[in-house]
């Protein structure tokens, strides 16, 4: 009985099929990369597949700021929370975005910022201090007592003003 062998090309195709085949959808995706204000910038980790990507690709980002709520039930986190960096010593804006999930990742210069996160009217502001090479962190935990029924409702004025800024 001669044994069936698979080599070379066949042999990476079928490996390639059956991890595809195992693999769920959304897990074959990344969370898109977006651009404000000619910065480049990543939400994600609204599943926990998400989190552990975001969190293994954090120390290629000059920035990764992280949203959570103190002590707040396991569920969805509240989205659309309005990201503003500024340079900490000039106050000038350099970026605005609407962060969509718990994970927010940025290619910011190597400098010295202040970092707004609002979300449901509450402003949280962090020092972030960005070195060349080295990926900084800043965490932003709201109280568990924000009103997140009214969380991310814009105006439609303000919903076209943030579009425009991209």
Known sequence: MTPIRFGGPT?????AMIWAACT?????????????????????????DEAAFMRMVSPR????????VHRAKVGPMPSDIQVLVRERYTGRPVMEAVATAP??????DPGAYEIEATLSG??????????????SRATFVWPSNVDFAN????????QAAMRSRD
Do not use: D, H, K
């Not at 042999?11 to 490996?15: D, P």
């Not at 980002?61 to 959570?68: C, D, K, V």
């Not at 509450?122 to 990926?135: H, I």
């Open 61 to 68: 980002w000059a920035a990764t700021l992280e949203f959570t």
């Open 24 to 48: 769920p959808a959304q897990a074959l995706t990344n969370p898109p990369i977006r651009m404000a204000q000619g910065i480049e910038y990543m939400c994600g980790g609204t599943s926990s």
């Open 103 to 108: 994970y927010f990742l940025a290619r910011l």
């Open 122 to 135: 509450v402003t949280l502001r962090q020092p972030l201090v960005v070195f060349n090479g080295v990926g």
């Open 151 to 158: 969380a991310g409702r814009l105006w439609p004025e303000q």
């Open 11 to 15: 042999a990476a195709l079928a490996a």
